[in-house]
């Protein structure tokens, strides 16, 4: 975060795109951005290219950005799908006084992804110009075959939940089950990658106390819409009932 946050600072360009040790920009990839910005009169958006993974024996493409409703927003999507920062050529003028959060353990590109997009328009290019490359040396590797590291980052996860919804547009964007979706999501694949990185016997430590903290997030989101469920179908406003004794008895029961 502060090497970012010092790049930020000493930038002089009209955009502000990321590159890291396991960044891979294909040929065109500045290109892209260059020429949407020109064709388009070089709007005050942030643009996103599309993003591919490779390594460790591994390929995949990530889904892109699909505005499915008038009222959606983006944030919504980005808190369940990777978002690098490397996809991204974002104004500089956006990314002025708007570093990235120190002293968190994990998640301050996600975190200051999420609180980027809560502000600002993106807008999805269709090209996947960008590679995730994942490679040995790589620090995040390095972390997940240490199994306290690992503990050490499951108790961070909520710390980077609870630091965004100091935010009172984010609260507002991001409801309670988004919330209990995103902290479940985040334990369940500690879980899976507990068993892929580390021996047997620090694997199901690491295992077992992720797949308790996501179980609770995931039940505790379920149980928040039950309960809206049983409210609103036993409400005298919902049923047209108010006042009846078929309502107080609801009521009581609740």
């Known amino acids: 975060s502060e090497a970012r946050n010092r790049g930020l600072a000493q930038c002089k360009g009209r955009y502000v795109c990321f590159l ?18 020109r064709l388009q009169g070089f709007p005050k958006v942030i643009l996103r290219s ?7 024996g591994r390929c995949r493409e990530y889904p892109l950005y699909r505005k499915k409703r008038p009222d959606a927003h983006p944030l919504r999507f980005f808190l369940f799908h990777t978002c690098s ?4 050529c974002i104004p500089r003028e956006f990314a002025d006084g708007f570093g990235f959060t120190e002293g968190l353990d994990d998640w301050e590109d996600t975190e200051w992804i999420i609180r980027l997009f ?17 490679h040995e040396a790589m620090g995040s590797l390095t972390a997940y075959r240490d199994g306290a590291a690992m503990l ?4 961070g996860v909520e710390a980077v939940m609870d630091n965004l919804l100091e ?9 309670r089950r988004y919330r209990f979706r995103w902290l479940a999501k985040q334990y369940l694949l500690y879980a899976a990658q507990a068993w892929e990185f580390l021996g047997a016997r620090e ?8 797949l308790r903290r996501g179980l609770w997030w995931y039940a505790g989101g379920g149980m928040v819409r ?5 409210w609103f179908c036993s409400s005298p406003i919902s049923s047209g009932v108010e006042g009846s004794a078929a309502a107080k008895q609801q009521k009581e029961v609740l």
Request: aromatic fraction near 12%; hydrophobic fraction near 40%; include cysteine.
């Open 118 to 134: 809560a502000r600002y328009p993106m807008v999805q290019l269709e090209r996947a110009t960008y590679i995730y490359v994942k």
């Open 226 to 230: 039950m309960f809206w469920k049983i």
């Open 50 to 56: 599309g993003m591919k993974s490779t390594g460790l």
């Open 20 to 37: 890291d040790d396991d960044d891979l920009y294909l040929p065109d990839h500045l290109g892209c951005f260059a020429e949407y910005l």
């Open 167 to 175: 935010d009172k547009l984010i609260r507002r964007l991001i409801s």
């Open 85 to 88: 920062p490397g996809t991204l």
């Open 152 to 155: 050490r980052q499951l108790t």
């Open 203 to 210: 694997a199901k430590k690491v295992y077992c106390e992720a």
